[in-house]
């Protein structure tokens, strides 16, 4: 079951594993995520070679590493500080995530006239869409306000997000437009065999490398 799947009326921290502070906890790990990109783009050579990797190796290596554990958590059962009940038997929302973002780093086409966070114009504002968009999303809905309301508060921050990429870091505006309501989309559907936080990272890296040759 996606997250989604449950009625927007449950309040999900009384369904989190540690209640309110559990919920807390996974509105941080989803926030704390935004450093990937900024390390990725900026330290990222530094870090895989440490390791003797290139950086896509050193991203396709911890892509591996999480499988193999998101398979472990399954097989015994485990479920940690935030997490659902039921994502002890499927596929954790953390895992959805944490692939979507591997797979932006590897996927995404990087700028070439440019280093540092100045290459990654489409994985950083794909990645921020996630971290950003999808807690403020959730938290509106939480607070009983609508998915009207929460549809409105995720397209002007996804919005702030991509157009702040397209001013800071050279994302092409046409891009910025057409993407940014891409990652709200990506937060709406309610389907039970991947969870929204893999289809806000997912449905607009499809886009994008459907657009890409033509920017």
Known sequence: MSSEAIPLDIDHAKHSIGGM???IFRRFTHVIMC????????KGSQ???????EPNEFVTFCLLLLIVLELLRLYFGIVIIG??????????ALAWGAFAVCLALIV?????????MESGIYAAPLIWGLTFVDPIMGEIKRSKKGLKAAIIGGL??????????????GTP?????????????????????IDDNATMILLPLTVLLVIEPFL
Do not use: C
């Open 108 to 116: 995404s086409p990087e700028s070439k006239n440019f280093d540092g």
């Open 47 to 53: 870090l895989s070679g440490f390791f003797s990797m």
């Open 156 to 169: 002007v921050t996804s919005y702030i997000i991509w157009l702040s990429s397209t001013y800071f870091l």
């Open 21 to 23: 502070g559990g919920h």
């Open 173 to 193: 505006l046409i891009a910025s437009i057409i993407l940014a309501p891409m990652t709200v989309l990506g937060e709406l559907p309610t389907v039970k065999w």
């Open 35 to 42: 450093l990937i990109p900024i390390l990725y783009y900026t």
């Open 83 to 92: 997490q659902r009940e039921y994502e002890a038997k499927q596929i954790s």
